[in-house]
């Protein structure tokens, strides 16, 4: 193997810059992944403290990436202004009473322990049976991703038949992610936040339909919109009920 070829293999294949910008007459910091994968796409997110998540090609240019975020200085302002008026969640205790979200609804949660350890839901209660705090953070953990697995199948294998361009099941894997839902590669792999699972089951597909989307247009074009509004016309409802309670779902 060439020293090249070394080299290249060593290349990481995400690159992280810090900086600031001033919007709205705020100053927002901003985190920059540039991506070796990508082609074309650039993105714009809001992390859980209001901070701008930018993701581009890793040749993009500096107008090019101040543009991407000027553009939507709009959005930026109404975004930070709906996340200052929700309710601040400090983290959980995993304490008996405290509610936990599933598939959109919330559970109180009751613990004991009882051998094995488990969890399972009854009426409005989410149950498990272990000794600790520390055991039941684990053990919802483990259930979530179980869970998210299953019916993310499950929702991804229905949509796949119902949309024309979609030829085979895409590959998915899962993650927990703080900033991002989902995302899809340029080989066709579907990735899904695992904290997804806590949202309501129309966000859920929201969230697949717009993966599956991008098999056929593989940005955030005018012709990608258009095609979301063909294979779910109410997803603007779902992107927005997801961008009010998104804060709230990746807690843990």
């Known amino acids: 193997m060439s020293s090249l070829s070394r080299d290249l293999l060593r290349r990481p294949s995400e690159e992280r810059s810090q900086r600031t910008v001033n919007i709205g007459g705020e100053t927002l910091n901003v985190t920059l992944i540039r991506s070796r994968r990508r082609r074309r796409k650039m993105s ?5 403290e209001g901070g701008l998540v930018v993701r581009v090609p890793f040749a993009a240019r500096r107008l090019e990436i101040d543009g991407l975020i000027f553009r939507n200085s709009d959005w930026v302002v109404a975004r930070r202004r709906e996340l200052r008026q929700q309710p601040r969640h400090t983290g959980f205790r995993f304490v008996d009473g405290e509610s936990h979200l599933f598939m959109g609804q919330g559970y109180a949660l009751r613990s004991g322990a009882d051998s094995p350890e488990k969890v399972s839901l009854s009426d409005d209660e989410l149950r498990v049976q272990a000794e600790s705090s ?22 991804l294998s229905y949509f796949a038949t119902q949309l024309p361009w979609v030829e085979t099941v895409p590959e998915l894997r899962l993650r927990r992610m703080r900033s991002r839902w989902g995302s899809c590669s340029s080989t066709g792999r579907l990735c899904l936040n695992t904290h997804l699972i806590k949202a309501s089951a129309a966000c859920i597909d929201y969230v697949i339909v717009h993966e599956l989307c991008h098999l056929r247009e593989f940005n955030h074009s005018p012709q990608f919109y258009a095609l979301m509004d063909v294979a779910m016309p109410s997803w603007r409802e779902h992107k927005a009920e997801l961008e009010t309670c998104g804060a709230m779902l990746i807690q843990e």
Do not use: P, V
């Open 44 to 48: 714009l997110q809001l992390d859980s």
């Open 134 to 155: 520390d055991a039941i953070r684990r053990l919802l953990q483990k259930w979530y991703c179980q869970q998210a697995q299953r019916y993310f199948q499950q929702r």
